[in-house]
C-alpha cells in the first residue's frame, strides 16, 4: 500500500467517525405527548319516582316493620271510616272513563249503608272522646284530614284509582252486617298502593345519595384561625408512688 492510499483511506475513516459522532449529538425526537385524560360520563341526577316532590316525607317504620301511615294499628271502627274516606276521595278524583263507576258505585254504597256507617261513625266518635275527652273533635278532624291527604297522593293517583275500581266492584255484594270484615280485608289493598310508591321513593332517596357521594363530594371546610379549637394544657400521667386527686362531682267528626 502506498503513502496516498493509507492517507485516502485514513481520511475516509476520519469523515466516518466524524458524521457519527455529529449523528450522536444530534438532539432526540420529544416523546409522544401523554394520552387525554379518561372522560367522565356523569349520569342524570336521580329524580323522585312518578313526579313526585323531592321533600316528600316518607311514613316511618315502627321496630316491628309496620309502616305508619293513618291507617296503623286502628279499630275495626277506624278502618270501616277511612275506607270510607277512601271512596270518597276515589270518587271525587278518579274521573278517567274506565272509573265511571267508581262515583255510581260510591253513591250506592252510601245508600245501603247508611244506618251502620251511621253507628260506625258515632263509634269512631266515641273513641276520639275516650281518648281526648270533651275536646276530641279537633284531634278527629286533624286525623281526618290526613287521611283524605294520605289516600289523595298525586303520585299514587293512577294506581289509586285501578284499586278502588276493583274495591268498589266487590263492595257491591257486601252487606252492611259484613261492612267492617269487609274494609278490614280491603283496606290493606288500598294500602298496597301506597306501600309500593313508598317503597319506590325509598330507592330514590338511596340512588340520590349514592350519586351526590360519587359526583358531589361535600368540600372541605377549614375554619379561620379565630375558630380553630385551642389547644389544652398538656397533662402528664402520674408518676409511680404519687396518686392523682379525684375530680369533684358536678350537679345535673270530620269526613262525612
Known amino acids: 500500500m502506498n503513502v496516498l492510499t493509507g492517507k485516502r483511506i485514513f481520511m475516509g475513516g476520519a469523515i466516518a467517525a466524524g458524521l ?7 438532539s432526540k425526537p420529544p416523546p409522544p405527548p401523554p394520552p387525554p385524560p379518561p372522560v367522565i360520563v356523569i349520569p342524570p341526577q336521580p329524580v323522585p319516582p312518578r313526579g313526585a316532590s323531592p321533600l316528600l316525607a316518607v311514613p316511618p317504620r315502627d321496630a316491628f316493620g309496620l309502616r305508619q301511615t293513618v291507617n296503623a294499628r286502628i279499630s275495626p271502627a277506624q278502618t270501616a271510616w ?8 276515589a270518587a271525587l278524583n278518579c274521573l278517567q272513563p ?3 263507576q267508581i262515583v255510581e258505585g260510591y253513591r250506592a254504597f252510601l245508600k245501603a249503608h247508611a244506618k251502620q256507617l251511621t253507628a260506625i261513625n258515632r263509634r269512631v266518635d266515641k273513641e ?10 279537633p284531634p278527629r278532624e286533624a286525623y281526618m284530614t290526613q287521611v283524605y291527604n294520605y289516600f289523595a297522593l298525586p303520585p299514587t293517583l293512577p294506581a289509586f284509582c285501578d284499586a278502588s275500581l276493583a274495591m268498589s266492584l266487590e263492595a257491591q255484594t257486601v252487606k252492611s252486617a259484613d261492612l267492617e270484615a ?17 317503597l319506590s321513593y325509598e330507592q330514590y332517596q338511596t340512588d340520590l345519595a349514592a ?6 363530594p361535600a368540600p372541605a371546610v377549614s375554619l379561620p384561625p379565630a375558630m380553630q379549637p385551642a389547644a389544652g394544657p398538656a397533662v402528664s400521667a ?3 408512688g404519687f396518686s ?3 375530680p369533684s362531682a358536678s350537679p345535673g267528626t270530620a269526613g262525612q
Open 238 to 240: 402520674p408518676q409511680p
Open 82 to 89: 277511612n275506607l270510607r274516606a277512601a271512596y270518597n276521595v
Open 211 to 216: 350519586w351526590r357521594a360519587r359526583y358531589m
Open 20 to 26: 457519527a459522532a455529529l449523528a450522536g449529538c444530534a
Open 182 to 198: 269487609f274494609a278490614t280485608r280491603t283496606l290493606p289493598s288500598l294500602d298496597r298502593v301506597f306501600e309500593e310508591f313508598y
Open 244 to 246: 392523682t386527686p379525684a
Open 98 to 100: 274506565q272509573h265511571a
Open 128 to 137: 276520639f272522646r275516650e281518648k281526648h275527652g270533651t275536646r276530641f273533635i
